[in-house]
């Protein structure tokens, strides 16, 4: 047996005939972690001594809570804010702190508020609520705000000599509408299906808990091409497949020009729109020793369609497009990544257009690092 202590949040929802109560996930304990989070491993606990509890996973939000209704709209931001604050806590002490060369701090609260209440300001999403969206229609600007006045304040702790670079990883788009890619895959004819009984809805403990099957009931000897992940779609390949028959070079050029061609003529049967905005090849996005374990193509989804959840852990349930009905409305992934790019906005003037894979060696080039020569990008300035 193993002792390992934790921290979590109670919140409390309902104190009558019955009791409804909200626990957070549990976060490690800084100052006595089952195993060192930090370098050197002190750092953690000494952060705890100076600023008392903070949160210490990695994703510190309550998403899931508001997406599965355990908690509200409310408690949702007035958590989200916490979180915020926390990390912006940490930042600025070790801000003022002056211990660092260089100082990377992440707020995350833009990306999850984003996730959960894009529902709010569009609407044409099937989850818009007009109540709610008086409420809370402006949360999304309300911590873009918040992040302005944080970068502020950053900017009056620091000497005017330093760059400062705030960096945005990705951009987003409404998620109004799931696309069963597998389902797709049956449908045109390069997954096949055996037997009679409809494949079950996959879940994460299918994932996770070492039981559950992927792709059941395919019939592998029929199937050309199988999709998972975010847009990823893959060749079932002669030699890295396990029950591969597609073999590589010609054979699988051609089966992945059919799957592309077609995807680009999908269409939403409920509004005619173009589904699919852009279908990229491996080689066009991807370099490097182990191209060869990518996907054969990645799906670009035009705004409002994002891939199924159901999609993303394997399945292939019935219909190709339906509604999403949950509150997790907003998305990065699987959308056209040429539509969803960042933001740059740096205190030095540079090269443009920049890219993310660019930032890290515009680092090392301003220490006077040495940088790699098999590294992505260029220095910015």
């Given amino acids: 047996m193993l002792r390992v202590h934790g921290m979590a949040q109670f919140f409390l929802i309902r104190a009558g005939q019955e009791l409804q109560l909200y626990v957070s996930p549990v976060n490690w304990r800084p100052d006595n972690p089952p195993a060192p989070m930090s370098s050197p491993a002190s750092f953690s606990g000494d952060l705890y001594e100076r600023l008392g509890p903070y949160r210490t996973l990695g994703w510190a939000e309550a998403t899931w809570g508001l997406n599965e209704d355990r908690i509200d709209e409310k408690t949702f931001m007035d958590d989200l804010y916490r979180a915020f604050d926390d990390r912006a806590e940490v930042i600025l002490q070790r801000l003022d702190a002056k211990q660092w060369d260089l100082l990377v701090g992440v707020i995350e609260s833009t990306d999850r508020v984003q996730h959960m209440m894009w529902r709010l300001m569009d609407t044409t999403h099937p989850m818009y609520d007009k109540t709610l969206a008086g409420r809370f229609g402006d949360a999304i600007e309300r911590v873009y705000r918040k992040c302005d006045d944080f970068v502020g304040e950053v900017m009056t702790r620091l000497g005017e000599g330093t760059p400062i ?15 069963n890619l597998d389902t797709w895959l049956v449908q045109e004819g390069f997954m096949t299906l055996q037997g009679q009984a409809a494949p079950g809805e996959k879940k994460l403990d299918d994932l996770f808990g070492g039981g559950g099957q992927f792709w059941e009931n395919v019939d592998w000897s029929r199937t050309k091409a199988y999709a998972m992940g975010l847009g990823q779609i893959y060749l079932n390949l002669r030699g890295r497949e396990g029950q591969g028959i597609v073999s590589p070079g010609a054979e699988a050029k051609a089966v992945a020009d059919q799957i592309a061609s077609r995807l680009l003529t999908l269409t939403d049967p409920t509004t005619g729109a173009r589904v699919v905005d852009a279908v990229y090849k491996s080689d066009d996005i991807y370099s490097g020793p182990f191209i060869g374990n990518a996907a054969e193509l990645q799906v670009g989804l035009a705004d409002g369609y994002r891939v199924s959840w159901q999609t993303a852990l394997g399945g292939s349930p019935a219909g190709i497009i339906y509604p999403n009905r949950k509150k997790w409305s907003g998305d990065h992934g699987a959308f056209d990544y040429k539509q969803t790019a960042g933001t740059l906005i740096s205190s030095r003037a540079g090269d ?6 660019d930032i890290a060696p515009t680092v090392l080039k301003y220490f006077g690092v040495p940088i790699p020569t098999d590294i992505d990008g260029k220095p910015l300035f």
């Fill in 352 to 357: 443009v257009p920049a890219r993310i894979i």
């Fill in 165 to 179: 670079l705030i960096v945005s990883d990705h951009g987003f788009h409404s998620f109004r509408q799931s696309v």
